[in-house]
Antibody, heavy 118, light 109 residues
């Protein structure tokens, strides 16, 4: 049974860095494509980026300059860092597993609400 | 970037009725790589359909997907109480930037 669980601060100050962890169980982090997706009422579901094989990363062109993705294979976790956040980055953030670089997602975390506010 | 437009925004139906949800793409979806998800309040999206017409594991056969190119449909043959939710389409034919539609809410009439 594959399970994903997001964790991290629920409140980030404007211009700060949003840092989230996704802990995976039931699957190896050095296989598959591990993704971050966020959801807002205004913009709906938005793909942020992915990491594969512990090194290869892709991210949305609209966020690319602010996104950093990494993994910790020893703890079966992967991470998202989003810099220079504004109120527009307030969203529910999900981690999800894909089977290729472009994929549907059959496993999702429960999501974590991150609010950007002073 | 492929833009997905879902219609209608809200569908008001009664249990037992048939639901037809539309997803239209701004350009052809490569290899019909189109998925449908169901989302209930406070939950993550759940995969229901992939490859435009293949049901995901555990999805009942009252759900069916169809379409190709730019026009896709999710049909729920007879609505059960647990089917009232928001449904999203997603195209994953453009690597790696896939996109989602804005959603259709199926509500109880």
């Amino acid at each position: 049974q594959v399970q994903l669980q997001e964790s991290g601060p629920g409140l980030v100050k404007p211009s700060g860095t949003l840092s989230l962890t996704c802990t995976v169980s039931g699957a190896s982090i050095d296989r598959h494509y591990w993704n971050w997706i966020r959801q807002t009422a205004g913009r709906g579901l938005e793909w942020i980026g992915q990491i594969y094989g512990g090194e290869t990363t892709n991210s949305s062109p609209s966020l690319k300059n602010r996104v950093s993705l990494s993994v910790d294979t020893s703890n079966n976790q992967f991470f998202l860092k989003l810099t220079s956040v504004t109120a527009a980055d307030t969203a529910v953030y999900y981690c999800a597993r894909g089977w290729s670089a472009s994929s549907y997602y059959n496993y999702w975390g429960q999501g974590i609400l991150v609010t950007v506010s002073s | 970037e492929i833009v997905l437009t879902q219609s209608p925004g809200t569908l008001s139906l009664s249990p037992g009725e048939r639901a037809t949800l539309s997803c239209r793409a701004s350009q052809s979806v490569w290899s019909n790589y189109l998925a449908w998800y169901q989302q209930k309040p406070g939950q993550a999206p759940r995969l229901f359909i992939y490859g435009a017409s293949s049901r995901a594991t555990g999805i009942p056969d009252r759900f069916s997907g169809s379409g190709s190119g730019t026009d896709f449909t999710l049909t729920i043959s007879r609505l059960e109480p647990e089917d009232f939710a928001v449904y999203y389409c997603q195209q994953y034919g453009t690597s790696p930037l896939n996109t989602f539609g804005g959603g259709t809410k199926v509500e109880i009439k």
